[in-house]
T-cell receptor
């Protein structure tokens, strides 16, 4: 059964304190690994897609990386506005359907 | 482009009542999806559509129905609302595997 698992469930950082979020997956024939950001009361917002092991993508203070078993979202020198829930997802079952992890709630304090 | 829009933003239903959650996209995407999101549980797929007139069940379809008469619209119907349907509902549309989400409808069944 395809599965996406995220850790930790919640992460509290001080402003400027870099860290990483983890997304491990067991999906046959991976056709991409997706990262989304979700602010409270809002819908998920697309961040990145990674397609092959070794691939990296960056956006401002965020960098996503992919290995054969997991993906990391590295946050460098975070600011309070980076506080959100970060979701990862992978295609499963055809018709471009995605399965989502439960997310990591990130809180960055000044 | 408005992207994906959903109405209403919030609704309270009594047990046994019915309602339709509206979803419209203006990006001419063939693929559309309905998810529910419960606290700490991630997004679960309810129904999806690969084009006008074509719909299929996702992971948690019981208690819901959908229709897709146009490319733009993908309404979700709740019949005989139950407390277990209290959740936040998100509609998404997509091209290839990338999905774009609406702002969500928060539903409370009492």
């Amino acid at each position: 059964e395809d599965q996406v698992t995220q850790s930790p469930e919640a992460l509290r950082l001080q402003e400027g304190e870099s860290s990483s979020l983890n997304c491990s997956y067991t999906v046959s024939g991976l056709r991409g690994l997706f990262w989304y950001r979700q602010d409270p009361g809002k819908g998920p917002e697309f961040l990145f897609t990674l397609y092959s092991a070794g691939e990296e993508k960056e956006k401002e203070r965020l960098k996503a990386t992919l290995t054969k078993k997991e993906s990391f979202l590295h946050i460098t020198a975070p600011k309070p506005e980076d506080s959100a829930t970060y979701l990862c997802a992978a295609p499963s079952g055809g018709y471009n359907k995605l399965i989502f992890g439960a997310g990591t709630r990130l809180a960055v304090h000044p | 482009n408005a992207g994906v829009t959903q109405t209403p933003k919030f609704r309270i239903l009594k047990i046994g009542q019915s309602m339709t959650l509206q979803c419209t996209q203006d990006m001419n995407h063939n693929y559309m999806y309905w998810y529910r999101q419960d606290p700490g549980m991630g997004l679960k797929l309810i129904y999806y559509s690969v084009g006008a007139g074509i719909t299929d069940k996702g992971e948690v379809p019981n208690g819901y129905n959908v229709s897709r008469s146009t490319t733009e619209d993908f309404p979700l119907r709740l019949e005989l609302a139950a407390p277990s349907q209290t959740s936040v509902y998100f509609c998404a549309s997509g091209v290839e595997e990338t999905q774009y989400f609406g702002p969500g409808t928060r539903l409370l069944v009492l």
